[in-house]
């Protein structure tokens, strides 16, 4: 696992989660528009009778989801309400949520801001109207402009509540001021019982914005708790202990997924397996391997065959290794893997094997480096006294540029072992 893997990881939060557009469901709006749009006390003693009926009207109409009829309604008797007055404030706030209705974002925009520049409308209901226009702008993508309503908005809420701060965080998230969205993120996830998962989302791409690693390890830690059966998380978690240099915390963290049963993805898989070789406990890796494979997690092909066989020659464990070996060879039609296992034999000193497995190796072909080949197999014969035939292998190899110099060396040594070898047979008898 590295860090580049961590990095497209940990991004896809911050692209999904936090630079997407605001939303503003149609029901939330229609709900908005029937219970909020008096939210001054609209009375015959506060405006005009005829501007009072005229809203009454246009109430019903949205009531009935009469959207177009209700904005008609109210258009007309904006032009007629005196300017700059209470009945203008009010008709104004309740055509911008109307349009709002119809997802005119940028109408309801100019209709809302008009009502609240004339200053009629009462404090609370000013700052509602203000909290309701960052939300037009936010659904806009204007997140400057957003602030600066919420902001104005959110010294007036006595108790704010989760969902509130949370708007707060998001918005300053959008304009990528991490360092002010987290510690909104942060009241939010601790006053409420049950925390959104978008918002430990949101949370955790800004500590990693910042780079603030134990703050995101803190974070997808809770996340694990509270949801264990999210792969991604147990992923991410280990990625940032990763970049954080604390390769046995990764290792840990993967572990401990695949035998809860939630590490399934391939690519998870041999981060794990990589990590136990790393961190010196190769066997181990070995056996995740095996079991991944007999559970169908991973696919028995020529990737993860070939990681089994070098964990288990990484753990020591030549026989398995060499069984390894054997089924990547089958699976690749090719002689390269048995050299790997003739480099084994030759380590144990054992130069018949060594010399059957050379032998098959080079006649399958495939081989990155033949000369290689043609070296161990001469040097397996001239072991065995087989001196014509290791001769013959080692002129073979000195026809590779890469063997040609050992070659050389190996047909002088070799010419001496014969000789003694022959004056030894003549002493003894």
């Not at 304009?175 to 942060?186: D, V």
């Not at 480099?343 to 018949?352: C, P």
């Amino acid at each position: 696992m590295n860090a580049s893997v961590t990095i497209s990881a940990l991004a896809t939060i911050v692209s999904s989660k936090m630079r997407r557009p605001f939303n503003l469901a149609v029901s939330v709006v229609l709900s908005l528009l029937i219970s909020a749009l008096f939210s001054v006390q609209v009375s015959a003693d506060s405006i005009t009778t005829g501007t009072y009926k005229k809203l009454q009207e246009a109430q019903e109409l949205l009531g009935e989801n009469q959207i177009d009829d209700a904005v008609t309604t109210l258009s007309e008797l904006s032009t007629t309400v005196s300017e700059d007055s209470l009945d203008e404030a009010i008709t104004l706030q309740m055509l911008g949520y109307a349009e709002m209705g119809r997802e005119r974002f940028e109408v309801a925009i100019v209709h809302l801001k008009r009502s609240l520049a004339i200053g009629k409308l009462p404090e609370n209901v000013k700052y509602n109207v203000g909290y309701v226009v960052a939300q037009l702008h936010a659904a806009e993508g204007e997140f400057d402009e957003a602030l600066e309503f919420a902001a104005q908005w959110f010294t007036t809420i006595e108790s704010p509540s989760a969902q509130q701060y949370m708007f707060m965080a998001n918005i300053y998230a959008q304009l990528q001021r991490y360092q002010e969205a987290i510690p909104y993120a942060e009241t939010a996830v601790e006053i409420t019982e049950e925390p959104r998962e978008t918002w430990y989302q949101l949370l955790t791409a800004a500590y990693f914005e910042l780079k603030d690693f134990p703050g995101a390890v803190s974070t997808l830690a809770s996340m694990i708790e509270i949801w264990p059966d999210k792969t991604s998380y147990w992923e991410q978690l280990a990625s940032v202990y990763v970049i954080m240099e604390q390769e046995s915390q990764a290792l840990a963290v993967l572990r401990l997924a695949f035998e809860s049963g939630v590490l399934e993805k391939e690519t998870s898989i041999r981060s794990l397996i990589q990590l136990s070789v790393t961190q010196g406990i190769p066997e181990h890796g070995a056996r995740l391997l095996v079991t991944a494979m007999d559970q169908s997690l991973i696919p028995v092909d020529e990737t993860f065959v070939k990681m089994l066989a070098n964990a288990w020659m990484s753990a020591r464990e030549d026989e398995k290794a060499i069984a390894a070996f054997e089924d990547l060879a089958r699976l690749t039609e090719s002689g390269e893997p048995l050299i790997r296992i003739a480099d084994l034999h030759i380590k144990a000193t054992d130069w018949s094997s060594a010399e059957t497995t050379l032998t098959q190796a080079l006649n399958l072909g495939g081989l990155d480096a033949a000369g290689k080949a043609w070296l161990m197999l001469g040097i397996a014969y001239c072991e065995q006294q087989k001196f014509e035939q290791g001769f013959s292998a080692l002129r073979k190899a000195q026809a590779f540029s890469a063997t040609r110099k050992q070659a050389n060396r190996w047909l002088r040594y070799a010419q001496d072992m014969r000789k003694q070898y022959e004056w030894q047979n003549t002493f003894s008898g």
